[in-house]
């Protein structure tokens, strides 16, 4: 993943013109909410960008909040607007691959945006470690990425598409699948794409 390629797409489209814009990711916060009603829980949004996702979870009361992306441009756009709220959240410009997670401190992993450029098997075997490294005992891992019927590209780049069993099965018998969905995202100019939605839990 480029760094410099993130930060030209969020430099050249306004946050709503992105193809994966949505007002709210209601099927997230609805896999959240599930995972605990403990607001202190540490939560990290993966690829998070400008999403909205924090903004929700902070008007839900969640108060241990992370938003990690390769774009420092995306996270700079989402701190303006969240405003004084941005004090309330780590902000981590990093690559989910390399960065180094406090063994052990995440209670929910969550992630719409990043796993489905993972085309090599090398850096979905990262990955996962990375989750493994951070996530707690019994802690959620909620992973979003294109369905079989979804986009073969994204952004200029290549991605993989999963069936809810193939993308359970990237994460192995680590986690137990407790839920999974097939969800239709409209992109901001009409167009509908393929989403699935695996809700885990590390089980050891």
């Known amino acids: 993943m480029s760094k410099s390629h993130w930060e030209q797409v969020y430099g050249s489209k306004a946050p709503d013109a992105v193809s994966w814009y949505a007002p709210h990711l209601d099927e997230s916060?609805?896999?959240?909410?599930?995972?605990s009603v403990n607001?202190?829980?540490?939560?990290?949004?993966?690829?998070?960008?400008?999403?909205?996702?924090?903004?929700?979870?902070?008007?839900?009361?969640?108060?241990?909040?992370?938003?990690?992306?390769?774009?420092?441009r995306a996270l700079e756009v989402c701190q303006t607007r969240l405003g004084e709220r941005a004090a309330n959240v780590r902000w981590l410009a990093a690559d989910v691959l390399e960065y180094e997670f406090a063994p052990q401190s995440i209670d929910i992993w969550h992630d719409r945006a990043v796993f489905h450029f993972l085309t090599e098997h090398v850096q979905r075997q990262r990955y996962v470690a990375q989750v493994l490294k951070a996530l707690k005992p019994a802690g959620h891992a909620i992973v979003g990425a294109f369905g079989p019927q979804g986009p073969t590209q994204c952004s200029g780049l290549p991605v993989a598409r999963y069936s809810s069993n193939e993308l359970h099965d990237e994460f192995g018998s680590t986690f137990q699948l407790l839920d999974h969905s097939m969800t239709l995202h409209t992109t901001p100019w009409g167009a509908t794409q393929q989403f699935v939605y695996c809700y885990c839990r590390r089980e050891h």
Do not use: P, Q, R, W
């Open 29 to 35: 916060l609805g896999y959240i909410h599930s995972a």
């Open 39 to 72: 607001t202190d829980i540490a939560i990290v949004d993966v690829g998070g960008g400008e999403s909205t996702l924090v903004d929700d979870l902070l008007d839900a009361g969640y108060s241990n909040l992370a938003v990690m992306d390769l774009s420092e």
